[in-house]
């Protein structure tokens, strides 16, 4: 069946540094794919999404781009802030059939900021 | 707008008793989806529904759960008896157009069976 796989964190960082967090995805198909941000006390909000094969998404400074290739979404960000602490879930969205509003989502990864 | 809005915020319960968690979604949103956060299992969808129908509730956990929509504007999620492992975060997410765009989350009910 369809899953998404995330690195394991908790990933800590010092403030300006720069961010990688890994996911891949198996899938039939080609879904959409997601990256949601949680932040402490709150639901889940997207930070960016991809449709289809090399899309870039991008928001806030952060870019993920859709690898068919490799099956790959990974999250990158040049300079994290403090603000940025949170935890972070990759997500696939089936391309059709029944259940096409049907997100599946990873693990979540924990980051922490330090100033 | 308001958001999707989830009550009780917090709720605190014995094991055996029945829990009724709340949602509201946004307006105008036709699906709503139920979710389940937890340390052991993350995040995982119990059911969801497409104007006010299930169409899918493979996760729900077991009989003990159920999940209605008698309206656009509500949707609870109850569990009778309840039990300390279903101590979790429950989130309800609502989306416009079949779930086909982003999906919306409200704050969360944390609940906890003692």
């Not at chain 2, 009780?8 to 307006?27: A, D, F």
Request: charged fraction near 20%; glycine fraction near 10%.
């Amino acid at each position: 069946g369809n899953s998404v796989t995330q690195m394991e964190g908790p990933v800590t960082l010092s403030e300006e540094a720069f961010l990688t967090i890994n996911c891949t995805y198996t899938a039939t198909g080609y879904p959409s794919l997601f990256w949601y941000v949680q932040y402490p006390g709150e639901g889940l909000q997207l930070l960016l999404k991809a449709t289809k094969a090399d899309d870039k998404g991008s928001n806030k400074g952060f870019e993920a781009t859709y690898r068919k290739e490799t099956t790959s979404f990974h999250l990158e960000k040049g300079s994290v802030q403090v603000s940025d602490s949170a935890v972070y879930f990759c997500a696939q969205r089936p391309a059709g059939g029944t259940s096409y509003g049907k997100l599946t989502f990873g693990q979540g990864t924990i980051l922490t900021v330090h100033p | 707008d308001a958001g999707v809005i989830q009550s009780p915020r917090h709720e605190v319960t014995e094991m055996g008793q029945e829990v009724t968690l709340r949602c509201k979604p946004i307006s105008g949103h036709n699906s709503l989806f139920w979710y389940r956060q937890t340390m052991m299992r993350g995040l995982e969808l119990l059911i969801y529904f497409n104007n006010n129908v299930p169409i899918d509730d493979s996760g729900m956990p077991e009989d003990r759960f159920s999940a209605k929509m008698p309206n656009a504007s509500f949707s609870t999620l109850k569990i009778q008896p309840s039990e300390p492992r279903d101590s979790a975060v429950y989130f309800c997410a609502s989306s416009p157009r079949g779930g086909y765009y982003e999906q919306y989350f409200g704050p969360g009910t944390r609940l906890t069976v003692t």
